[in-house]
């Protein structure tokens, strides 16, 4: 017997259970269905953690805001300890280039509504005391950014969604899409078929699979990226340290110290690695490492744990891939390019509005923004 619902959501990561958390609180029927065994599977458990607000882009400035608005309340409201902790993100400069991007940012993203100041050599050193001080002009800041655990975050989500009655279905896979005059009536899986007036693509790195199933073309490629975490140690600095310039193969760096006291750190690859191979490689370790103590000679005798690899779906300009398309009910939340754990909250109560007919003007001007039918000429800056 096939079953009814208002939605369902292909993908039960960082994205879709919180689309199904903010659905389900105003009284929509969700079905997640997801392939792997449990929530967060996919990429959302090779997050890094870091939550900001800090790009260069209008939208992704107001859905970032919006998801920290729930990161840094979550425990307040419902109890769970996802390990949020406000401790800031940094782009020291060390270049002409750097401080010139930097700080005519800093006047887009403060007239957007970021917390954000440029700080002196002298007061970023008290925020990261030992980090390297040649050639350094200063930074920005950041101090409401922050970061949380991804295993404890997509948890805690997940089951606050089951209990306003979202249900999921994992180990069971998506195969085929039900359209009846050019509108979405239900879809096929492995295991049955299902019906629904809305079907969500949240869909991760197969975000472009899905697409092929109602003939839409949804430009979102992978790329991989790798990461690692160090043993706990005391707490000796404060906020991510995001190093913007170039190094042998990669683009940039960034590291924090999480609410364990582990140092996470990652780096953008220079060339892409694009793909879907998430094995990890033995590249990365010695090309990071060195990286990270020219800029901080402190981390230089700390012991690193283990090192993964994840996947970044990507767009074209750096920006997520958000609303409604040309098939009656098939709503997109894909392409978030790495920030899918930071922006899950925001794009998951954006998601709600549309379907709830609530949009704000900003909602709008974002939605314009994030459209699958823009130019993609643009570019995020701060990706």
């Known amino acids: 017997m096939e079953k009814n619902y208002d939605v369902i959501i292909v993908g039960a990561g960082s994205i879709g259970v919180q689309t199904a958390l903010s659905l389900s609180q105003e009284k929509f029927s969700v079905l997640v269905i997801d392939k792997l065994t449990a929530p967060g599977q996919g990429q959302s458990k090779k997050a890094i953690g870091g939550i900001r607000a800090t790009f260069s882009d209008k939208a992704k400035i107001h859905i970032g805001l919006e998801s920290i608005e729930v990161f840094s309340t979550w425990e307040e409201k419902y109890g769970d300890d996802i390990g949020w902790r406000a401790d800031g993100y940094s782009y020291p400069a060390y270049t002409d280039k750097d401080e010139r991007t930097l700080k005519d940012l800093l006047k887009i993203q403060k007239s957007f509504g970021l917390n954000i100041e440029w700080v002196s050599p002298e007061e970023y050193v008290k925020l990261v005391p030992g980090i390297n001080r040649e050639g350094l002009r200063g930074s920005t800041y950041s101090p409401e950014d922050g970061n949380a655990s991804p295993l404890l975050s997509v948890n805690a989500f997940y089951f606050k969604s089951k209990e306003f009655g979202a249900e999921y279905h994992f180990n069971e896979e998506i195969i085929g899409v039900e359209k009846k005059n050019g509108a979405i009536v239900g879809i096929k899986t492995n295991r049955g078929n299902y019906n629904c007036k809305i079907l969500i693509n949240a869909a991760g790195a197969d975000a472009k699979k899905l697409g092929q199933m109602v003939e839409i073309d949804i430009p979102v490629h992978p790329d991989c990226h790798e990461a690692g975490v160090t043993e706990p140690v005391q707490k000796f600095f404060k906020t991510m340290v995001v190093d913007l310039r170039y190094g042998p193969g990669s683009s940039n760096c960034y590291f924090y110290q999480d609410s364990e006291e582990q140092v996470v750190f990652c780096l953008t690859p220079e060339p892409p690695i ?8 033995s590249v990365f370790l010695p090309q990071i490492s060195r ?72 909602d709008e001007d974002t939605l314009k923004s994030v459209s699958l039918y823009r130019d993609f000429t643009g570019e995020e800056k701060l990706k």
């Open 291 to 362: 990286r990270m103590i020219d800029l901080f000679p402190k981390l230089k005798n700390i012991k690193v744990r283990r090192t993964w690899r994840g996947l970044y779906p990507e767009t074209p300009d750096g920006s997520p891939i958000v609303g409604k398309t040309k098939i009656d009910g098939f709503i997109l939340a894909v392409g978030m390019c790495g920030q899918g754990f930071m922006l899950g909250p925001g794009v998951g109560k954006l998601i709600t509005r549309i379907l709830t007919n609530n949009l704000s003007k900003d």
């Open 274 to 281: 694009n793909g879907t191979d998430a094995r990890s490689t």
